[in-house]
């Protein structure tokens, strides 16, 4: 299988979401309920693909989460890996205040790059929560691509930010919907100075 542009991908994000709302579990056969990334291409597009560029970013994409949605339990490896992209968006919040030099952008961006493709290796989720963690983990790719192509523009972590805010809306992490809060932007007043 040949891997998608990420822009391609982010652009799908709102479709990609869409059917994974549509499509009850119980209505697929169990051999193809369950999902295993392990078999995907590389997370990220090759370096020379034509289709990328920095200006996606733009095109923020949003879920539409319906009200009466039922979280889903995640796995293990998804749980280690969204902790690693709120690492790595906890550092970028500093990019949007201007805090941060081209090159720790870059090391933060190549941190989300890995933490998403340690997903795409070892989560194994049933269709319907697969489908939706595509549509997050396009988002995190596109934006990471985004400022890996141009750095000094912070304007990709928003979307990112949005996209880690509606984890804990559509998965069950109870380690991660703690603070999820705070991820907003918000001071929980948790947080000491210095």
Known sequence: MKTLPVTLLSAMAPLVLGIAFALPAAAMPAAQS?????????ATPPADDPTSHADH??????TAIPADHVQWTPDAPLMEGMQRVRDAMSGLEHHEMGHLDESQVDQLAT????????MFANCQ??????????GLLARFMAGAEALHAS???PAPVADMR???????????????????EDDGGED????SEG
């Open 57 to 62: 970013h733009a095109d923020a994409v949003t």
């Open 162 to 180: 949005a996209a880690l805010q509606d984890y804990p809306r559509l998965f069950d992490d109870p380690g991660f919907a703690r603070t999820a």
């Open 34 to 42: 369950a999902h295993d990334h392990a078999n995907h291409p590389a």
């Open 151 to 153: 750095p000094a523009d």
């Open 188 to 191: 929980a007043g948790d947080h």
């Open 111 to 118: 941190q989300v790059d890995e933490a998403v493709a340690y």
């Open 125 to 134: 989720l049933e269709a319907a929560p697969d489908v939706a963690l595509h």
